[in-house]
């Protein structure tokens, strides 16, 4: 029985990586429209927006952007759970 070469054995477990980031990408797709419907209605009904809604909409497109460039190989930084939450401020 042969060995998996050692770079194949990381694309193999980057793979797994990318199924799951893949998976919590649309997760956020999801949860950043419910987050702009709520914001939304907050606006409408006391004409600001809320501080804490806009800084974790912040928060979460930073998230969404490390996915993104992990996913296309830009970045070798596995996002969230495996790493620090994204802090925007």
């Known amino acids: ?42 606006v409408l009904m006391d004409e600001a927006p809320n501080q804490r809604l806009t800084a974790f909409g912040r928060n979460l497109g930073h998230y969404m952007r490390q996915i993104v460039e992990f996913q296309s190989f830009a970045s070798e930084q596995v996002p969230f759970p495996f790493s620090a939450w994204p802090d925007a401020d």
């Open 1 to 42: 029985m042969t060995d998996i070469p050692e770079r194949k054995r990381h694309l193999l477990i980057r793979a797994i990586y990318m199924l799951l980031m893949a998976l919590i990408l649309n997760l956020c797709g999801t949860l950043l429209c419910l987050l702009a419907i709520i914001q939304w209605i907050v």
